[in-house]
């Protein structure tokens, strides 16, 4: 296969309509900090186990294309013994892994960040290519305050999505372009659509200097939303509503297809929010699905709580989740679908 041919595969697949993908490649210390949240102990076993949970789920391809895994994963086995990568390729769903190395601070800015991994990033991805990755992610982040991003910020971060971008489609992966700007913070939602707007645009001006076909990669944004502080919540119309227009001024058409993070919404909000996107209009040039982390996964984490007796009953958890986002994908889900777990 040339690597055209090769990108062309891998986004057909993972923009398919309806369908989404799940991120399961928190570092060592976020998943550490997710499974101590549930009074489990965070080993190079329980996390294996837990993304094993995961992905034989029964019946979970048809809700998820592709799922991002973090390193240490991508060399681990499920139970019987099959390698990750592998297990995921026989369900007809897309490995991908998480290839930026976390964030460091910017040096003359307040304390704002960005991420780091360029060195030696073409020589990783043609490792992980070898362990099945068709496609990978980068992420960057925006803190809004007062007087942050900074420029500097939003430029230096764009200007690493972008050069990630290009390696990544130089040795045919598909880069997940992810620019998170964080729900932390007391902002209103037009503060949160003044600060979203340049950092997309900077990042789409800055893949289009490095060269990079818009065609083979996948937009990961955060939606537009008031912050978690915030007063005056947004509502999901309002959400929808700047969200779109954000993007409908900053992304291409070229580009197939959009999924969001959750970025620390509840489950049923980051559903919601989809679905509301989905069903206001028909005439979108991009599909908008989802690339969730927390949402698909805090209530399957919170019933299983590292008891193999519970491996089941969580499972059932994650697949109702996957099946009720891909239902927002295609504007279908309804809030009365939602069965909500006991515990939640
Ligand atoms: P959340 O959906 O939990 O925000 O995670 C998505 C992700 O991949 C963060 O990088």
């Known amino acids: 296969m040339t690597i055209i041919n090769e990108l062309e595969h891998t986004i057909t697949k993972l923009s398919a309509k309806g369908k989404g993908i799940l991120a399961a490649d928190e570092s060592i210390p976020t998943m550490t900090k997710r499974l101590e949240a549930v009074n489990t102990e965070s080993t190079e076993e329980s996390r294996r186990a837990y993304r094993d949970l995961l992905i034989t789920t029964p019946g979970i391809n048809e809700f998820i294309a592709g799922v991002i895994l973090f390193e240490e994963t991508l060399y681990q086995k499920t139970l019987d013994g099959t390698s990750f990568p592998e297990k995921l390729m026989q369900l007809a769903i897309l490995p991908g892994i998480k290839v930026d190395k976390g964030l460091v601070t910017l ?4 304390n704002e960040q960005t991420t780091q991994g360029l060195d030696n990033l073409a020589e990783r991805l043609l490792e992980y290519k070898k362990k099945g990755a068709c496609f990978a992610k980068w992420r960057a982040v925006y803190q809004i305050t007062a007087h942050t991003p900074s420029s500097l910020a ?6 690493s999505l972008a050069r990630y971008a ?26 949160c659509a003044e600060v979203s707007e340049p950092v997309l645009y900077s990042v789409f001006h800055a893949l289009q200097r490095h060269q990079v076909k818009l ?10 939303i008031s912050g ?10 309002q959400v929808a509503k700047a969200t779109l227009t954000v993007l409908k001024r900053t992304v291409p058409a070229a580009v197939p297809t959009i999924n969001f993070l959750s970025g620390g919404q509840t489950s049923e909000e980051a559903t919601t929010h989809l679905n509301a996107m989905n069903s206001v209009s028909s005439s979108l040039p991009w599909n908008l699905s989802y690339s969730y982390a927390r949402a698909l996964q805090d209530y399957a984490m919170k019933m299983w709580h590292g008891d193999k007796q519970r491996i089941s009953a969580a499972q059932n958890l994650f697949y109702e989740r996957a099946k009720l986002n891909s239902l927002a994908a295609i504007g279908n889900y309804q809030p009365a679908l939602e069965k909500k777990p006991s515990f939640a």
Do not use: F
């Not at 939003?154 to 200007?159: C, F, L, S, V």
């Open 107 to 110: 040096p003359n800015t307040s």
């Open 154 to 159: 939003i430029h230096t971060n764009a200007e």
């Open 166 to 191: 290009a390696i990544c489609q130089s040795v045919g992966i598909v880069p997940i372009v992810e620019p998170e700007v964080l729900i932390d913070g007391d902002h209103t939602i037009e503060r």
């Open 215 to 224: 065609e083979y990669i996948v937009l990961k944004p955060s939606m537009v």
């Open 228 to 237: 978690k502080k915030c007063a005056q919540k947004a509502t999901p119309e």
